[in-house]
């Protein structure tokens, strides 16, 4: 008898989707029963995705929650935001297991989500049952729940790399700043001129100023960590490549620490974790290195003469900033370990 986990993936023909079917390749409990569509029920995903031949063999299905729920035991809803809000309650009536890739469940306010996302909030009885999953952090929360939120792909590398300092008061959380670069994957597989290869390749650009909805995201976490608000500044910027995140930080350090102190720092909160790699002084790492892999590598410079602490943190945008954070998530919802599935070397060169 085949006892493994079954999972259905709405958006299954987006960057996110088809990213979680990579990875379900090599996870021993989960059978994909359903891939999902809107706009392609009934073709075969491989007609958009080639890569996909003899992955996936059943044609895309409708968006049906009833359909869903007689397929599958958990649903993956990689949809764009907006979308999820709408669909994520009929799901879980339905009786599913649901982890939303969006931004829809993330932030707890209704009235902050509709200023910076623009769309109406999802019920507040659903933003409160929603649960962060921010494995690293909030694991535990994570544990046997139905209903995950799945963080943002910027607040997970800016996080990663902010918490342990700001929870030890090591740095003034109110003197952040965070300066990140995204691949363009970043913005799903929908064309747009900004994301044309004439207007990206050899470019870097800067977009979304201080109007990032990623940004309440952000200081929500940190404001519950330290207990009072936070307000940060953060910039967005587009660089040529196709996968990947670097997000550099700067604020003041409260107190004299050096180099090997904040790596010991960091090695102690993330000890037993499978997939934040803490480098050594003086060694940064580069979006390369985590490609294609569920790792978060972050390295650290101390500048005495200043007083502040430089942090950079690198992921894969699909795979820590979505589909692989998202199965990390699942496995600690079902008991099982962490790493599960994603124990994936990064691709290099
Ligand atoms: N790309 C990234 O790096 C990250 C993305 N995210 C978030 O994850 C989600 C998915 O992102 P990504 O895969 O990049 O986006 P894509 O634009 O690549 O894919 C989104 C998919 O959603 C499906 N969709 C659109 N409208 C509907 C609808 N009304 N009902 C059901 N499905 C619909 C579309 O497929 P079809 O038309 O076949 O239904 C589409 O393929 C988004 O919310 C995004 O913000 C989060 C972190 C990182
Ligand atoms: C490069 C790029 O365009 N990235 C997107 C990330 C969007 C995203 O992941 O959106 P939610 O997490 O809010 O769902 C952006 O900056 O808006």
């Known amino acids: 008898m085949n006892n493994k986990l079954r999972v259905a993936i709405v958006g299954s023909t987006g960057y996110g989707g088809v990213e979680l079917i990579r990875f379900f390749q090599n996870h021993p409990q989960v059978e994909i029963t359903s891939v999902i569509s809107s706009s392609s ?10 890569h996909l031949t003899d992955v996936i063999r059943r044609p895309l299905d409708g ?34 297991k649901v982890i939303d890739l969006s931004g829809d469940f993330r932030l707890k306010d209704g009235s902050v989500y509709e200023q910076w996302y623009k769309h109406p909030a999802p019920s507040a009885e659903l933003l409160e049952k ?38 030890a008061g090591w740095i003034d959380p109110s003197t952040i700043i965070i300066d990140a670069k995204s691949g363009v994957s970043g913005a799903g597989r929908g064309t747009s001129l900004t994301n044309h290869y004439a207007e990206m ?53 409260t107190g004299e620490h050096s180099d090997q102190e904040i790596v010991d720092l960091y ?13 050594e002084p003086g060694i940064w790492p580069s979006t390369k290195e985590v490609s294609g892999s569920n790792y978060c590598d972050i390295g650290f410079s101390v500048d005495p003469r200043t007083g502040r602490l430089t942090i950079i943190s690198v992921i894969d945008n699909l795979v820590k900033g979505a589909s692989g954070q998202a199965i990390q998530n699942m496995n600690l919802m079902m008991g099982w370990e962490e790493n599960l599935g994603l124990n994936m070397t990064p691709v290099y060169p």
């Open 63 to 96: 968006v049906d929650p009833a359909e869903i729920a007689s397929r599958a035991d958990l649903v993956f809803t990689a949809t764009p935001s907006g979308v999820s809000a709408k669909l994520v309650p009929s799901l879980l009536e339905a009786g599913l």
């Open 267 to 279: 090695r102690k909160y993330y000890e037993n974790r499978s997939f934040v790699r803490v480098r």
């Open 41 to 50: 029920s009934g073709e075969s995903i491989a007609d958009g995705f080639p």
């Open 130 to 167: 929603a649960v962060y999953g921010m494995a690293e952090v909030y694991g535990d929360e994570v544990k046997g729940k139905d209903f995950i939120s799945n963080p943002g792909c910027y607040p997970t590398a800016t996080l990663l790399g902010l918490i342990p300092a700001v929870e």
């Open 201 to 253: 390749n050899e470019n870097f650009k800067a977009y979304k100023l201080n109007k990032h909805q990623h940004i309440p995201e952000i200081e929500q976490v940190l404001g519950n960590i330290t207990g009072s608000p936070v307000t940060v500044t953060f910039t967005t910027q587009l660089v040529p490549m196709t996968r990947g995140i670097m997000s550099t930080m700067y604020a003041k350090l």
